[in-house]
């Protein structure tokens, strides 16, 4: 797969207040490829709006365009990845949580929501990310537990609906390219992480936490692990096959770097009533160790997204509802 990694067009970032940390020394960490990422530079606005506040980046696979939503997860929004031709793909309510890209890059996975006599029903969709198309993948439903997930190979949908687990793709569209990987669906119901392969529909639990909430499932590049939030307890990963949970600390919203070995994520304080630190660190999946990526400039940075060629990490600022790039290294 062609990553793309040219650096954004020239914008008002660029100017004599940029400044730029030479990196001297890397370290690479014994029985990995893969050194610790470290800031290589300011952060900078890429997408804003002044009447949406944006927020929840995520990459395309091919690393061309960037999906965000705005409050309360309503609808999802479009960017080249230079911020170029912004635009609004759905006004969908709710489709911006837990959205996903499939691995063609062109489609986006979602669950969006509606209410009829106070009463919460659950649509799952596809997107076409170029044409804007859509179809459904189940209509109206409050049977659907937790969000539907692509395949690690990424040729169909996974949702667990009542207590079946269902796969499709919508017809409309070309067949999604596969990624390569194993034909597994992960994804957690009622405390408990399950991989599925779709065609047999047999399940294996790799990880329990009684009825503790699973959250934030992030699948790493190579299929074979898996990184996740639970509720009161913090960040954890684990072998896609059940091997190895470890316990990585706190951190939300789990972001693989491209190599496998290690995540992205936001270290986050509040008040009781809003958020008042967010702060980036890259954590190390097989020892825990945790690595600040900074400084941020005063910035709230929420919600990490690792670009698929690594040389970038999006993040969205509650303070102004903007979308921001660092670039790592």
């Known amino acids: 797969m062609l990553y793309h990694q040219s650096i954004p067009k020239t914008r008002s970032w660029i100017g004599p207040a940029m400044t730029v940390m030479v990196i001297l020394i890397r370290i690479a960490f014994p029985g990995t490829g893969q050194a610790q990422p470290l800031a290589a530079g300011d952060p900078f606005v890429l997408a804003s709006h002044p009447d949406e506040h944006f927020m929840n980046a995520g990459w395309s696979a091919d690393g061309r365009l960037l999906a965000f939503t705005t409050d309360h997860f309503n609808g999802l929004w479009l960017c080249d990845a230079d911020g170029e031709n912004l635009r609004k793909l759905t006004a969908d309510p709710a489709v911006g949580f837990g959205y996903s890209w499939s691995p063609s890059g062109k489609l986006i996975l979602g669950r969006s929501a509606t209410y009829q006599n106070r009463?919460?029903?659950?649509?799952?969709?596809?997107?076409?990310?170029?044409s804007a198309q859509e179809e459904n993948l189940l209509d109206k439903s409050r049977e659907l537990k937790g969000l539907p997930v692509w395949t690690t190979d990424g040729s169909r949908v996974a949702m667990m609906v009542g207590p079946e687990l269902k796969t499709g793709m919508p017809e409309k569209f070309e067949a999604v390219p596969k990624s390569g990987l194993p034909q597994k669906a992960i994804y957690a119901v009622n405390g408990k992480l399950f991989a599925a392969d779709p065609e047999t529909r047999s399940q294996t639990l790799i990880a329990d936490f009684g009825q503790r909430n699973i959250f934030n499932i992030s699948v790493s590049p190579r299929g074979d692990k898996v990184a996740f939030q639970?509720?009161?307890?913090?960040?954890?990963?684990?072998?896609?096959?059940?091997?190895?949970?470890l316990h990585l600390g706190q951190g939300e919203q789990p972001a693989w770097m491209p190599g496998g070995d290690f995540l992205v994520v936001a270290l986050v304080e509040d008040d009781g009533y809003a958020v008042t630190s967010g702060e980036l660190y890259a954590v190390d999946t097989a020892t825990a160790a945790s690595y600040h990526l900074g400084p941020l400039k005063g910035l709230i940075a929420l919600r990490p997204a690792i670009s698929p060629c690594g040389g970038w990490v999006a993040f969205d600022n509650p303070r102004n509802g903007k979308i921001y790039l660092m670039p790592i290294e």
Not at 119 to 130: N, S, T
Not at 230 to 245: E, F, H, I, P, Q
Request: charged share 25%; net charge positive.
């Open 119 to 130: 009463r919460r029903f659950h649509q799952v969709k596809v997107y076409d990310a170029l």
């Open 230 to 245: 639970v509720r009161g307890k913090g960040l954890y990963a684990v072998g896609t096959n059940g091997d190895g949970l």
